[in-house]
């Protein structure tokens, strides 16, 4: 750094002693000048200085020794350059148009301009300096993308002539493009699908998007789930026969700019209610039994539904209908055995369809008693409403005699393999059986008739076997309802005497964790898991026991098609708890599980049994319904497969419409499970609805468990 100094002095040709020292220290700097014409001048390199506040000083005599009097001048030397930053306000990315800016110096500073910014898809407008270091300005994007700002080098000057260095870039993305979100399914345009799946999806991740935001008619929606900040999924379920729909506002939800999204396309389906079935059974009536078809028929919702119920002989030929009206949060009970067309010695398919009112509220079951004739029964069990599925299904059989006494062991296992076509035209497909290392016993192929059945045994095998049937059907979107009614005979010569009788339905398999209640109190409880695909899957099955404990993590390998079978009670002992089970990696579905419960009386023998699929839990609001005619009671089992604590309430109430009890409060730490006798709270000779409030959806699993008061059967309820 130079400096020029002068001054003035009056001994003409005699030299002026100079000095100059910084406060900041370094090195100082002398000179010698002479005084010419009353005047001097020097210029100083004060690079040996550092910065600070210099002082100059110059010194003069006369000829006769006489100093003048000293003069000083005091200035600052600085050589840091002034930096610029430039910072804003707006969000990145951002949909601010124009974006403003503030530009800062580090100290003040000379010749700044709007022109001394570099930019990139920007321009600058509306400069102003606010003072000598401080200036603000607009950024205009030009188009959407990247914009940026600095200011370049040697720019600007500041007091002391230092010339600026460059500043930071200011790069922001500039957005105001309106996310645009669509609304699909996969569902046909005329659909009888009770829950229609609905994927949106948004052109970019989006916040605050949320049920609520979905606008519907003549539907309501359940089961949303954020699948990303692009797509999310929910079910929309028709209210009526006509025309359904969803569509999404605008502005509703917004981009990482704040870009509010633009509406979307309504959605819309036309909803045809479809008939829910079950198949109606005559055999075993005879001397030894009477056969009771109970079909229950329950209103889940707040308005009145109209039924037509219609029965099908074996042969898929429609008899008479029943028409009926059910009350909000009432049952009907339909006797099919007194129905036209029901003959014993034979079977078919019963129809219920809704033909006014929410099809979405019909639930319900078809209940089989085999009385005795001498009195209390030969076997129970119930048969839920169905829409049925398409496309391949599975289901398990055992010809094993679960019986622990000897006495028992030449008495008669069958498994009757029963599918049925909903659709009204004929219907092909090959019905597959697998053993339990997963090789194929045999393949048949079957022509089913519309609305006919075909029964199929799964124990005419030459040793005890256990397995499963997959049915694969020809077509892809007819419907078919498949299930297992599995007989323990009391008698090796096939007379119409049972232990016990249970139907278990197919399964499309599952991927992802599935759930099932394990109870082990005076019963033994047997997990089987199906391998449906044709490859070798890891699986993993977690028990637990009623307080949340973990009590076995088990992982094996399930060969194609093969299926296991793990016993519980050697796990969980005498007490309830739970099983989480899953396909590790799984992409597909690949899983079908199954908890099979045995209770045995004292000589060992099988006093009951019943099977409950393990499921994904779905929705937060759920129902079902009891029923203490015939000395029956009920178990609500719960059980919480999440890890975090959960609040659920059960209500019931009764076909009068008068309560039982309201919102009891049932608590579940994590993995924690619990069955309540909740039919000792209700008389004998009454029914209803018991309604469970899940709290959060899809954490909860739930079913009710009806049984005899002397424990002479039990079957289980969906609670759904």
């Not at 694969?472 to 309802?481: E, G, I, Y």
Request: net charge negative; with cysteine; proline share 3%.
């Amino acid at each position: 750094m130079s400096f020029s100094l002068g001054g003035t002095c009056t001994e003409n040709g005699r030299a002026v002693s100079l000095g100059a020292n910084s406060s900041g220290g370094g090195t100082g700097v002398t000179a010698s000048v002479n005084c010419n014409a009353g005047n001097w001048t020097s210029s100083w390199n004060l690079s040996g200085l550092n910065d600070g506040t210099v002082t100059f000083t110059a010194d003069h005599q006369d000829a006769a020794g006489l100093d003048a009097t000293q003069a000083v001048r005091v200035v600052t030397k600085e050589t840091v350059s002034p930096v610029a930053v430039i910072a804003t306000t707006a969000s990145n990315p951002t949909n601010f148009n124009p974006i403003p800016i503030t530009i800062e110096f580090t100290e003040t500073v000379t010749g700044f301009s709007a022109g001394d910014f570099t930019l990139e898809n920007a321009s600058i407008s509306n400069f102003v300096a606010v003072d000598g270091n401080s200036y603000t300005a607009n950024l205009v994007p030009t188009v959407n993308g990247l914009v940026s700002a600095s200011v370049g080098a040697n720019k600007v000057v500041d007091l002391y002539g230092n010339d600026n260095t460059l500043s930071n870039k200011l790069t922001l993305e500039f957005d105001d493009n309106s996310p645009t979100v669509s609304i699909s399914s996969t569902s046909e345009s005329v659909t009888t699908d009770p829950s229609i799946a609905l994927s949106i999806e948004f052109s970019e991740s989006v916040t605050g998007f949320s049920k609520s935001d979905i606008s519907v008619t003549n539907a309501s929606l359940s089961d949303f789930t954020a699948v990303s900040g692009k797509i999310y999924q929910v079910n929309l379920k028709p209210s009526n026969p006509g025309e359904v729909s969803a569509s999404i506002s605008a502005d509703v939800a917004e981009d990482d700019a704040g870009n509010g999204n633009a509406a979307s396309i309504k959605f819309s389906r036309t909803y045809e209610a479809r008939s829910v079935c079950s198949v109606w059974n005559g055999f075993f009536n005879g001397e030894l039994s009477l056969v009771w078809n109970i079909l229950e028929h329950v209103n889940l919702g707040t308005e009145p539904i109209g039924i037509s119920s219609t029965l099908y002989g074996l042969d898929g030929t429609s008899h008479e209908s029943a028409e009926f009206v059910i009350e909000p949060g009432q049952q009907l009970d339909l006797l099919v055995h007194d129905m036209p067309g029901w003959i014993a010695d034979s079977y078919g398919l019963v129809c219920s369809k809704v033909t006014s009112g929410n099809s979405s509220s019909l639930d319900g079951r078809l209940v089989y008693f085999a009385r005795q004739a001498q009195g209390g029964f030969e076997y129970i069990f119930a048969s839920p409403f169905t829409d049925g599925l398409a496309g391949d299904q599975f289901v398990g059989f055992n010809t094993y005699q679960p019986s622990l006494n000897t006495g028992d062991v030449g008495n008669f296992v069958a498994n009757w393999i029963q599918i049925t076509n909903l659709d009204d035209s004929n219907q092909k497909g090959s019905l597959l059986f697998y053993n339990q290392e997963g090789e194929l016993l045999e393949s048949k192929d079957l022509t089913i008739p519309g609305k006919g059945q075909s029964d199929n045994s799964a124990h005419d095998w030459e040793v005890p076997t256990v397995g499963f049937v997959q049915w694969q059907p020809d077509s892809s979107s007819a419907r078919f309802v498949m299930k297992n009614t599995r007989y323990l005979y009391d008698n090796a010569e096939l007379e119409n005497r049972f232990d016990g009788v249970f139907q278990l339905q197919a399964s499309p398999g599952e991927k992802g964790v599935l759930s099932a209640i394990l109870d082990t109190a005076a019963a033994s409880s047997i997990l089987e898991v199906a391998n449906i695909t044709n490859a070798a899957v890891n699986t993993r099955a977690r028990f637990y026991d009623s307080a949340g404990a973990l009590l076995a993590d088990l992982n094996f390998s399930l060969p194609a098609h093969a299926s296991q079978h793990i016993i519980a009670d050697a796990i969980l002992s005498d007490g309830t708890g739970s099983v989480l089970v899953e396909a590790l990696g799984a992409t597909v579905k690949s899983l079908t599980a199954t908890v099979f419960q045995y209770g045995r009386n004292e000589t060992g023998s099988i006093a009951y049994l019943y099977g409950v699929s393990a499921l994904k839990p779905v929705g937060d609001q759920l129902r079902s319904s009891y029923n203490t005619f015939l000395n029956q009671s009920c178990d609500i089992y719960l059980a919480n497969t999440s890890s975090s604590n959960q609040t659920a309430t059960i209500s019931m109430k009764r076909n009068d419409g008068s309560d039982v009890f309201v919102d009891n409060v049932v608590e579940l730490g994590p993995k924690q499970s619990v069955v309540s006798n909740i039919c000792a709270a209700e008389s004998q000779e009454s029914y209803g609805v018991v309604t469970l409030n899940a709290g959060n959806s899809s954490v909860i699993n739930s079913y009710l468990l009806r049984k005899d008061r002397n424990d002479l059967y039990r079957y289980p309820i969906p609670v759904r």
